[in-house]
């Protein structure tokens, strides 16, 4: 799978041509492929060092396909974790915790549990709502949240920095893969 990441050093040293790719790879496919493959001839320097899914590589497909995201990942809405006892929780991390259990395969869903998951979007969140990234950002992990915050519904700031920085990294990279292809033709 070809998906760009940001590894925290904005001095990588990435020709015109790599820019251009990047660009080329965008328009090829609205889906992150494996570049290498035999069937894609579209190769660059990005290769090296973006090749797992990744963060930046969904907020620069976010925007080169002008998309909104208003949620940070699917857990609890069409992402769930099972345990062998058949209990359901809202993503893997939450796995074994009792008060995260939001329903079993023997009963279903407690859709007043799942429901937190499907209303708690970038909209309704105080500090989300205001930010000019919100729809590139989805906002913060519900775990994460919990680990920093003792709180699921508290956003965690270092993950929030963390995922400003990588979307102005990707706004880097998508302008200059812009700007290569412009001055190319």
């Known amino acids: ?10 001095k990588i040293d990435y020709s015109n041509d790599d820019y251009i790719n990047l660009f080329k790879y965008l328009n090829y496919s609205s ?11 579209i190769k660059s320097k990005f290769t090296k060092y973006y090749l ?10 976010l925007i080169h396909f002008s998309e909104l995201t208003t949620h940070n990942c699917g857990s609890g809405l069409g992402y769930v974790s099972i345990d062998v006892d058949g209990n359901i929780y809202p993503c893997q991390r939450f796995t074994g915790m009792d008060d995260y259990k939001i329903g079993d395969i023997f009963s279903g869903f407690d859709y ?5 998951y499907y209303s708690y ?9 205001n930010c000019w990234a919100r729809y590139l950002c989805g906002g913060t992990c519900f775990y994460g949240n919990y680990v920093f915050n003792n709180d699921k519904m508290k956003i965690n700031e270092n993950e929030c920095k963390h995922k400003m920085n ?3 990294r ?4 998508y302008l200059k893969s812009m700007i290569c292809v412009e001055n190319k033709n």
Do not use: W
């Open 31 to 41: 889906n992150f492929i494996d570049v290498n493959n035999k069937n894609n001839n």
């Open 52 to 61: 797992i899914k990744s963060e930046l590589a969904e907020i620069i497909k």
């Open 170 to 173: 990707s706004f880097k990279i």
């Open 121 to 129: 979007d970038v909209n309704n969140n105080e500090k989300c709502s």
């Open 1 to 10: 799978m070809y998906s760009p990441s940001y590894t925290g050093n904005d």
């Open 112 to 116: 007043d549990k799942r429901f937190i």
């Open 166 to 168: 990588i979307i102005n």
